[in-house]
């Protein structure tokens, strides 16, 4: 994995994040446990907190999501502003909506020396990737398909159709995760147990590189 070393005099230091912060993108199909995982290592003890960056999205609500903490709900109009504007880590289109990870966001907490969480996409994944080099990369997977089948239509969040489409793409998702460099199986009834993979590889990655520096 690439490391970005210190530099006293390299002019793009404001664009720098501490010594060892780390940038850990999340991803897995829908229905994997993305958001339960997640809701997961904030209860688990970190020094210092881990920062958990909020998404954009064009898409609306769901019941019982919140503005500014779920999500940032906005319209067409301001979300290709931001896109425009250059404020937008990545952006990508995903069932029918579009979805962008706010880059102040991730900068301002790596460079207060917090691991920043995004959970993202593969698409998204593969963007951040290819302008992060030194990005870390964890994708989740359930036990079988048939379980995560199951997940997606016991969460009945979406009609017949929608629920076709995000069953047959996650199944080409699935195929992605040779291109992450770990891959976790959120075992059903195992949240804790996966939440602790996840930080035993967190603990591992920051042991292995002390000193890298992430770049945006």
Do not use: W
């Amino acid at each position: 994995m690439t490391e970005t070393l210190e530099s006293q005099h390299d002019p793009r230091d404001m664009e720098l994040g501490a010594p060892g912060a780390m940038l850990v993108i999340i991803s897995g199909p829908s229905g994997v446990g993305k958001d339960t995982i997640i809701e997961a290592l904030r209860r688990r003890p970190h020094e210092p907190e881990l920062y958990y960056v909020v998404t954009c999205t064009t898409r609306a609500p769901r019941p019982g999501e919140v503005d500014g903490s779920s999500y940032h709900f906005v319209g067409q109009a301001e979300f290709a502003d931001l896109r425009e504007r250059g404020e937008l880590l990545e952006s990508a289109e995903v069932h029918g909506h579009d979805y962008g990870t706010p880059r102040r966001q991730v900068l301002d907490a790596l460079r207060a020396g917090q691991d920043v969480i995004l959970k993202i996409d593969v698409q998204g994944a593969a963007a951040v990737k290819a302008r992060v080099s030194n990005a870390l990369l964890i994708f989740l997977v359930p036990p079988s398909l048939e379980a995560l089948f199951g997940r997606l239509r016991a969460r009945a969040t979406e009609s017949a159709d929608q629920l076709e489409v995000r069953q047959r793409n996650a199944a080409v998702e699935l195929a992605r995760s040779q291109d992450y460099d770990h891959v976790v199986v959120n075992e059903t009834g195992e949240v804790d147990r996966t939440a602790a993979a996840i930080d035993a590889i967190l603990d591992a990655e920051r042991a292995r590189h002390p000193r890298r520096r992430v770049r945006l």
